[in-house]
């Protein structure tokens, strides 16, 4: 059946109906089918094929992730351009889920390049009048500008590059200036005011602004719940690094904490396994042994659910501080017996 090309074009119409409808999953096999035998990697049909399946694989296990990445990424520019920002969106970010600071940072980039391109090309269709639709993507254009520079930002936050990463903050502070904007593109400058404020806060904190936690703290109450996690996991590692007490925040947010079991994506995931490795630092430096090792075990179970076993052997080193710290508090009863 595959030796007449036509039949290659009929399986891909086939799969694209599915993954129109919805029903995803169902459409993997035919998507494959076209990969697997189609011979030119250029064609339309075949990169199609390739970044339909990278949408549609991706899930929460971290290493099939990454392999779903190093799979597709040689193919993301052969796409059309609407689709390629989707793709460079989904890279950066499934990159920043693995914790790949750089890969994320280097598809932040070509994410913002990209659409400053089809923006500035944009702009220059309409005001020539020149004829002919205009682009067509998932979200409107400045959601891409916007999150290509937040990614930009959050990847050199990652590797503790904070005051560079303040630069890009300020660019998606306010995309008012944008000029093709639409009601939905207006709704999306807004969204990216209120990141752009957080994360401001966050860089404040994570530099050792400690003057500011309690106006951080005061800004996360009036935000949702994926956005509290961000905060307290930039509060946590910032109490780590100075060595202050942060027990009054934790109560004030102990509702939205017993709730973070309920994100299920990959960042949500990636957000709560980072805050929970950091509360067993902060636990443990408090000398609240107990609290500790629930901590511990919480990260390790979280891990575990993403397959990222490798990331927690190397952080299973809390237990041996654990058992030191054990060591030290046994001599010093026996000292004082």
């Known amino acids: ?75 993301r520019n052969r796409l059309p351009e ?6 460079l969106f989904q890279l950066a970010k499934i990159c920043f889920a693995l914790q790949k600071w750089e890969r994320s940072e280097q598809y932040a980039d070509e994410l913002r390049l990209l659409a400053d391109t089809v923006y500035r090309h944009e702009l220059d269709r309409m005001k020539r009048n020149k004829k002919g639709e205009s682009l067509k993507t998932e979200r409107h254009l400045v959601y891409y500008y916007g999150l290509g520079h ?85 509060i946590m590692k910032s109490a780590n ?28 995931l990636d957000r709560h396994l980072r805050f929970r490795y950091q509360m067993a630092i902060y636990e443990f430096g408090k000398g609240r042994i107990e609290r500790g090792i629930e901590e511990t075990i919480y990260y390790l179970s979280l891990a575990d659910l993403m397959n990222r076993h490798n990331e927690a052997l190397t952080y299973i080193a809390l237990f041996g501080w654990l058992g030191n710290l054990n060591k030290r508090i046994g001599n010093q009863n026996e000292l004082g017996g």
């Open 1 to 75: 059946m595959m030796e007449n090309p036509k039949n290659i074009l009929i399986l891909f119409a086939l799969a694209e109906q599915l993954y129109e409808k919805g029903q995803l999953q169902e459409s993997v096999p035919f998507y494959k089918y076209v990969i697997e035998n189609e011979k030119d990697s250029y064609s339309d049909h075949f990169v199609m094929s390739q970044y339909r399946l990278f949408r549609v694989v991706l899930g929460t296990n971290a290493e099939e992730n990454w392999e779903n990445v190093i799979r597709f990424s040689p193919y």
């Open 82 to 87: 609407n689709y390629q920002l989707d793709a």
């Open 150 to 234: 937040l990614y930009k930002s959050v990847s050199l936050e990652m590797q503790g590059l904070y005051e560079e990463a303040k630069k890009y903050v300020q660019v998606y502070a306010d995309l008012g200036w944008f000029e093709l904007l639409d009601e939905d593109g207006r709704k999306e400058v807004e969204r990216f005011k209120v990141w752009a404020k957080a994360n401001s806060y966050t860089l404040e904190v994570l530099s050792g602004n400690t003057s500011i936690i309690e106006e951080y703290a005061d800004y996360l109450d009036s935000l949702p719940t994926n956005e509290v996690l961000a905060g307290l996991n930039a």
């Open 241 to 268: 690094t100075y060595h202050f007490c942060v027990d009054e925040i934790l109560e004030r947010f102990a509702s939205q904490i017993a709730s973070f079991d309920q994100f299920t994506e990959a960042i949500g």
